[in-house]
């Protein structure tokens, strides 16, 4: 043990000296009350004085990255010794806070150099990369356009028909260099993982996009335009990414339908499969009531106590493709459902299904297949009287 008193007063340092004098076995020599009757002081002043003017350290009470010793100030510190196993101290702590705040800010600098790096030109761009670019700025832009509010500051947004796919509409327009993220974005939504791995809380993340307000107005306003809505409807990549919009609305109906029943799972490759040949058959709204019967048989099923929790859910994706098959093999009329209200159509969907392709929530109640064959002429009659 060292004690270092950091006083000259000679009748201070004997205080300390007794108060942190040990015995053979390493406890105290002098209790406190003994203390003050030799110095002549109240009992509860000692500690005080001697915490003021020393402390003591041991070699083996230290930080567990810099190896300097601890600095104690009083016995009962002294006597809870093990609580400093395998911490680090104050400088030490505050260096790594730092340097995890330096970590975060230099990748958000790197994704903004490297966008900056491989500016493309808005003329550049690939239909998908247009399509999410305009719904994001749609529903998350500010005035100028070439910011991004981040989703959790706009809990009402409805840039897609789910979560995950906002998020999946974001991630994209980062890795095509189509945005980095801004200096406003909380630094708690990058997580560094071992070996320099990070995670984007997408979710928290504001965007900034590299393009000039001219730019992103000219490009948001081709979808008003006739010229390039014809373009549009001849292109495979558009029907692909209504495809995808369709798919995601589904799902959201069958998570919304899920939460209602308290069963829940993450969809896979599996039911985004029985999803998608659903949709080969029939609308939206037709699906919706496939999800419907499926999760209602599924939870009746697990009322009755056929079944557990998990594989309650996990059953609802084979009764939605045995509903359809039933459907197909019997030539049933499925009956549409309505929106639902809490599901309301997304911004993505408004800008697909209205701008471009002229209907009312097309998307949601008629087949793509449907909706393709659409051409301008026609497109003004109703869809059902075809
Ligand atoms: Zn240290």
């Not at 003329?123 to 990369?129: A, G, N, P, V």
């Not at 095509?176 to 560094?192: E, H, Y």
Request: charged letters at 20%.
């Amino acid at each position: 043990m060292l004690l270092e008193v950091k006083t000259d007063v000679k009748s201070l340092i004997d205080v300390c000296k007794d108060y942190w004098q040990l015995n053979d076995q390493g406890s105290f020599t002098y209790t406190v009350r003994e203390i003050a009757d030799k110095h002549s002081m109240e009992a509860h002043v000692v500690s005080n004085l001697v915490s003021k003017h020393a402390y003591v350290s041991f070699e083996d009470i230290c930080c567990g990255s810099c190896q300097v010793p601890y600095h104690l100030t009083s016995r009962s510190e002294y006597k809870s010794r093990n609580l400093y196993t395998d911490t680090i101290c104050q400088t030490c702590s505050d260096a790594e806070k730092q340097a995890l705040i330096n970590k975060k800010l230099s990748i958000i600098e790197s994704i903004k150099s490297a966008v900056l790096s491989d500016q493309k030109d808005t003329q550049q761009l690939t239909l998908k990369d247009i399509v999410f670019l305009a719904s994001a700025i749609q529903a998350l832009g500010h005035d100028n356009l070439s910011q991004l509010t981040s989703l959790a500051d706009n809990p009402s947004c409805t840039l897609s028909p789910e979560s995950a796919s906002d998020r999946m509409i974001l991630r994209h327009l980062i890795d095509q260099r189509l945005s980095w993220i801004s200096g406003s974005t909380p630094l708690t939504s990058i997580r560094i993982q071992d070996d320099d791995v990070f995670n984007l809380d997408l979710a928290n993340c504001c965007l900034e996009i590299p393009f000039q307000s001219s730019d992103l107005m000219i490009l948001i306003d081709k979808f008003s335009i006739e010229k390039y809505q014809k373009e549009f409807k001849q292109s495979e990549e558009f029907f692909h990414v209504c495809s995808e919009v369709q798919l995601f609305e589904c799902l959201a109906f069958l998570k919304y339908t899920l939460s209602e029943h308290q069963l829940h799972f993450s969809p896979g490759d599996k039911t985004q499969l029985a999803m998608s040949q659903c949709l080969r058959y029939f609308s939206i709204a037709q699906t919706y009531s496939l999800i419907w019967r499926a999760v209602k048989d599924s939870a009746a099923y697990y009322m009755r106590g056929g079944i557990g929790k998990r594989q309650a859910a996990n059953s609802v994706v084979g009764n939605i493709s045995r509903n359809m098959e039933k459907a197909l093999a019997n030539n049933w009329d499925v009956m549409p459902f309505r929106r639902n209200y809490k599901l309301p159509q997304s911004t993505i969907s408004q800008l697909l299904f209205n701008t471009v392709l002229g209907t009312d929530d097309g998307g949601f109640h008629y087949k793509l297949s449907d909706l393709k064959s659409l051409d301008s002429d026609i497109s003004t009659q109703p869809l059902a009287s075809r």
